[in-house]
């Protein structure tokens, strides 16, 4: 590709990001449902509360003022739950992947978004990160967020305090070494959240983000029931969750490459959460 044809697409990429801006991420009422308020669910391990109106002042970020930049202590809230979707106007959606990178999946799927010119989150292990540098440096050339996953995966409900940190600290460690930046997000493994996770990844300036819609593609339930999922899924604010490592990840890369143009051409704009400070 030519150099001045690259920085077209960067561009329009950055501006789809800029399109996004006001957005956020933060609750959002769930079109339809006439402002309902409604308990937010527990998280548990691959059951999130999808598709549950919330209520808009639960996730909402808080407005920081008079705080640091996003990396210093304080500036990042502590939150009892994972964020679960996007709030703002417009029919955005935020396509995430998790555990990898993995070079026979995450390669392909990274192609499939520059074929499309849209943005997606990666949440990477340390120890993938490590090994696969390259595909960190990719995705900050093209625009995509990478998130902290930890580093082993491990279920942290399981690990005490000192341990859960420095599986955090060692990946916002790797991914600003590969990736350019630290992390601003983390997703803890199997969706096993709890307060320590919470109050060590606003303490790193990450805020946790869960989803909305579970692709279950781990399961290999089939290419066509993976695009099926995210279709019927598919809505305002929707955090699709999709995996590029842990195991045959082939449906996922499929997948993808059914379902990204089917979603754009029903208006979407697939695109990144941007983190909100005053
Ligand atoms: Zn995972």
């Known amino acids: 590709m030519q150099k001045d044809q690259l920085l077209t697409r960067r561009r329009a990429l950055l501006t789809g990001a800029a399109a996004l801006g006001a957005a956020g991420v933060a609750a959002a009422l769930v079109p339809g449902t006439g402002n309902r308020a409604a308990p937010p669910a527990p998280p548990a391990p691959g059951a999130q509360a999808a598709r549950r109106p919330l209520k808009p002042s639960e996730y909402r970020l808080r407005p920081l003022t008079g705080y640091g930049p996003p990396s210093a202590t304080g500036s990042?809230?502590?939150?009892?739950?994972?964020?679960?979707?996007?709030?703002?106007?417009?029919?955005?959606?935020?396509?995430?992947?998790?555990?990898?990178?993995?070079?026979?999946?995450?390669?392909?799927?990274?192609?499939?978004?520059?074929?499309?010119?849209?943005?997606?989150?990666?949440?990477?292990?340390?120890?993938?990160?490590?090994?696969?540098?390259?595909?960190?440096?990719?995705?900050?050339?093209?625009?995509?967020?990478?998130?902290?996953?930890?580093?082993?995966?491990?279920?942290?409900?399981?690990?005490?305090?000192?341990?859960?940190?420095?599986?955090?600290?060692?990946?916002?460690?790797?991914?600003e070494k590969a990736h350019g930046e630290r992390p601003q997000w983390f997703r803890a493994p199997y969706g096993a959240w709890n307060r320590a996770a919470f109050q060590l990844g606003a303490e790193l300036g990450m805020e946790p983000l869960a989803w909305t819609v579970d692709t279950l593609d781990w399961t290999t339930p089939g290419t066509a029931t993976i695009v099926d999922r995210v279709e019927d899924g598919a809505a305002p604010g929707v955090v699709v969750l999709s995996h590029d490592a842990g195991g045959d990840r082939s449906q996922s890369v499929r997948a993808l490459r059914a379902y990204l143009p089917g979603l754009l051409d029903s208006g979407y704009h697939i695109s990144v959460p941007r983190r909100q400070y005053a």
């Open 76 to 175: 990042t809230p502590v939150r009892t739950e994972p964020l679960l979707r996007m709030s703002g106007r417009g029919r955005t959606m935020v396509l995430t992947f998790d555990d990898g990178p993995d070079p026979r999946y995450t390669t392909p799927i990274l192609d499939t978004l520059a074929r499309y010119e849209v943005r997606a989150m990666f949440f990477v292990c340390g120890e993938m990160a490590a090994e696969n540098p390259d595909l960190l440096a990719r995705m900050a050339d093209e625009g995509h967020v990478v998130g902290n996953h930890t580093w082993s995966h491990p279920l942290l409900t399981r690990l005490g305090r000192r341990r859960i940190r420095l599986e955090m600290e060692r990946t916002c460690d790797i991914i």
